[in-house]
C-alpha cells in the first residue's frame, strides 16, 4: 500500500450501515459509501461483489494502480481511506471484473462529475448549507396540498433560454430569471426534468450514469441549493423528474460494474431496455433498493425539494411493457412483483419521514390505486399524471370542430374516474416533440382560432378537477415544436397575439389561485356537480365548481366549437344575480369581446336539475365561468 493510505478499522456503526445495505435497508448510503471526508483525508468506498480487486486511481496518485481497496469481509464492499486527496481532484475506480478484465468506472455515489464529454468522478464534501427557508418548509408541514393550489411549471434547464451565442444560461443565471418569470406569471411549483449526470443531451436527463451528481453542465451543489431556496423565499416550491427504473449503459458507468448483472437484472429480458437503449435497475436487489431509496432522500433532504415526479412507473410494473420478449413471472402473468414491492416500500419510506412531500408517478397504464396507501394494497404515490385525460383531450382539440361531436366522449369520459386517484392534468414536454408540434400548432384553424382553442384547453383543463402542469412555451403560444438544444422561442413575444396569449395564461394562473372552488375539493365527487354532459351536438358541456364553504362555487360553460350560441339556459343552484367573472373571448385576453353581458338574474325555470335558471349568450369556441354575486337561500357554513 503506497504511501498516504492506510486501511480502516471498522466500527459497529460502520458495519451495521453495511449490513443494512446488503439488507436493502440503508435509506442514507451515501453517508457511508461513496467518496466522504473524515479527519485528515477522504474514505472511499465501493460495492462491487464479484470483482476480483478493486483501485482506487487519481490525480492524487497520477491515475497509478498502486492503491488497491481493502474488502470488507463478504460485504462485497471494497474500501480505503487516502489523506492525498483534496476537492476537486478527479478519480475512479479499477475493477478488476469477475472475468479478470480490468475497467475503468465512476463513482456510483459521486457528488461530482467532469463536465462532460470527460467522465470522471470528482472529489469534493457535500455542502454544510444553513437555509434560510424555514417558513416555506413549515408551511409545508401546517397545509396539505391536496386542498391547495397546485400549478406546476415544467422546466427543461438548458433549454429555457439561451445566450445570443448559444449558450444556455447557468443555475446561477436562471435563478435571477426563471424565479421572478415563474413568480410573475403565478405558478406555484416548478419542476425540472432530470438534473442528474447525464452523457447525452437528447436523453433530456432521463437516461442518467451519476445519480447523485448534479450534472456539472448546469453547475454546482451549491448553486442549486441557492435556486431552491430563493424560490422558496418567493413562495414557488421545486420537483425535480426523478428515473429509478433505468440507467445508462454506457461503459464508464452502472453498467454490468463488476463484470455481471450487478445494478442490472440478470435476465437479458428484464435487464435490456430495448425502447429507450438502457439497463433496467434490478428492484428486488437490496443492495440497489438501498441505493435508490437513498438517492430519492438524497435529492429531498439535500436541496429541500418538495416532490420528484418518477418516471417512467410503467417500465418498472410490467415485465412486458419495453419491446421485444419478455420472461413471466413465478405465476406467468406479466407483473413485476420486485418492481411493484420496490416502489411501495420507497414511496412508504420516503412519507415516513416527510409526508409533506409529492411523490408523483408517471404511469401511463390502468393499474389501480397508483396513489392510494400501501396498507390499503396501493402503489403509495400521492399524486398521478393523468396521462389518459390528457391524450384525449388533445386528441379532440387537434379535430376539425365539424367532427367533435362525433367524439364528444373525449371529454367526458374523464368525468367517469378523475376521483378514482389523485390526479394532476398535465400538458406536458412528451406532447410537444417528435413531431406531435407545439400546443399552439396543435389546435385547428387558422391563427386566430388556434389561440382561441388555446385559451378554451388551457381554461378547461384549469376548471376540470386535478391538479396543474404546463411545460414551458406554451403559456405564450410557441409555434414550434421544443428542441432540448435550443431556447425558447421569446422572439415570438413581439408578435401581439403571442403577448396577449402571455398574459392570458398570467391571468388565467391568477384566477386559478383566487378562486377556492377550483383547488379545494380537487380529488372527491363533492367538487364537481355536472350539469351538462349530453349534448355533443351542440358540443356544450356545463358543471358547477365546488369549494369546501357552500358560497365558494363556480359555474363553468364550455363551448368547443367556433360557432356563437345565442339564449343559453343554464341551471344554477341558487336564485339571485351572477356575474361573468371569465370569459376567454374578451379582448384583454385575446379575445374580442368587450361585453361583460353585466348581472345575470335568475329566474322561476327549472334547468339541468335545478329550480333556477338563467340566459347568456356564449361566445364561439370558449370558456364562460359565472359566479355567486347577490343569492339567496345559501346554506349557512359549517
Partial sequence: MSEGKERLEYDNNDMESFYLFNEGTQYDSYTTMGCNEVENGYVFTVWAPHAQAVYLVGDFNEWSELDEMHKVGETGIFTLKDMRPIQGERYKYKIIQADGTAAYKIDPYAYEFEVRPNDASVVRDLPNKSWKDGLWMANRKRFEIYNRPLNIYEVHLSSWKHHEDGSWYTISELKDELIPYVKEMGYTHIEFMPLMEHPLDASWGYQATGFFGLSSKFGTIEEFQELVEMAHLENIGVIMDWVPGHFNRNAYGLAYYDGTPQFEYSDPNQGNNNRWGTLNFDLGKNQVRSYLISNALFWIEQFHLDGLRVDAVSNMLY????????????????????????????NKKIFERHPDVLMMAEESTAWPK???????????????????????????????PLFRKDHFNLITFSFMYTFNENYVLPFSHDEVVHGKKSMMHKMFGDRYNQFAGLRTVDSYRMMHPGKKLQFMGAEFGQFLEWRFDEGLEWNNLNDSMNAKHLEFSKQLNAFYKEHRALWEVDHRSEGIEILQADNSEETLLYFIRNGIKPRDFLVVLCNF???????????????????????????????????????????EESAHGKDYSLELIL???????????????????E
Fill in 319 to 346: 415485465l412486458d411493457y419495453d419491446l421485444g420478449d419478455w420472461t413471466p413471472n413465478d405465476e406467468g402473468t406479466n407483473i413485476n412483483k420486485a418492481g411493484v414491492e420496490f416502489i411501495q416500500i420507497m
Fill in 370 to 400: 397508483v396513489t392510494h396507501p400501501v396498507h390499503e394494497g396501493g402503489l403509495g404515490f400521492n399524486y398521478k399524471w393523468n396521462m389518459g385525460w390528457m391524450n384525449d383531450t388533445l386528441r379532440f382539440f387537434e379535430m376539425d
Fill in 561 to 603: 366549437v367556433p360557432v356563437e350560441r345565442q339564449n343559453v339556459k343554464v341551471g344554477v343552484p341558487y336564485k339571485g344575480q351572477y356575474e361573468v367573472v371569465w370569459n376567454t373571448e374578451w379582448q384583454a385576453l385575446g379575445g374580442t369581446w368587450t361585453d361583460s353581458q353585466g348581472v345575470l338574474k335568475t329566474n
Fill in 619 to 637: 361566445p364561439a369556441l370558449s370558456v364562460v365561468v359565472l359566479k355567486p354575486k347577490r343569492v339567496y337561500g345559501v346554506p349557512k357554513n
